[in-house]
């Protein structure tokens, strides 16, 4: 796995990291503070590397919509780690998941979503997942 993070995250880097060692591969890894990213190099070409080296790239940049470019470019699966204020898609499943293993079931609760919700990526890829269900959802701001 090809872990290419242009924004520091300690928690979405270091579980994928772990998931995959536990599937029994192995991770590389790529940040703009040590690549050639510093000498002008593009996300497309980045990705283009990195996923030469590797069976599936995930992806996590600042920029909204950056993964969506990245996609275009990259020949092997490209899993979306967060995108700036954009989508956290990754982090919607292990939601839904947790509901469903603490709740039971996801159809038929309210659901209330509190903090910054504009610029929340998290929220933003949790309330496009909940409409896939029977949910009332609730917003405060």
Do not use: W
Not at 3 to 9: D, H, I, N, R
Not at 79 to 96: S, V, W, Y
């Amino acid at each position: 796995m090809a872990s290419v993070f242009y924004e520091v995250s300690t928690r979405t880097s270091c579980s994928f990291a772990a998931a995959m060692q536990r599937l029994g591969g192995k991770v590389i890894y790529m940040d703009e503070t040590s690549s050639s990213v510093k000498k002008g190099e593009t996300l497309e070409d980045s990705i283009s590397v990195m996923a030469g080296y590797s069976d599936v790239v995930v992806l996590r940049h600042p920029e909204p919509g950056a993964v969506g470019r990245a996609a275009i470019t990259c020949k092997k699966p490209l899993i979306n780690a967060g995108d700036g204020i954009g989508e956290h898609p990754t982090q919607a499943l292990l939601d839904i998941f947790t509901i469903r293993e603490e709740i039971g079931t996801v159809n038929g609760l309210t659901i209330t979503m509190v903090g910054d919700l504009k610029h929340g990526r998290t929220v933003h890829s949790l309330a496009r997942l909940l409409t896939l269900y029977n949910v009332t959802l609730q917003y405060v701001s």
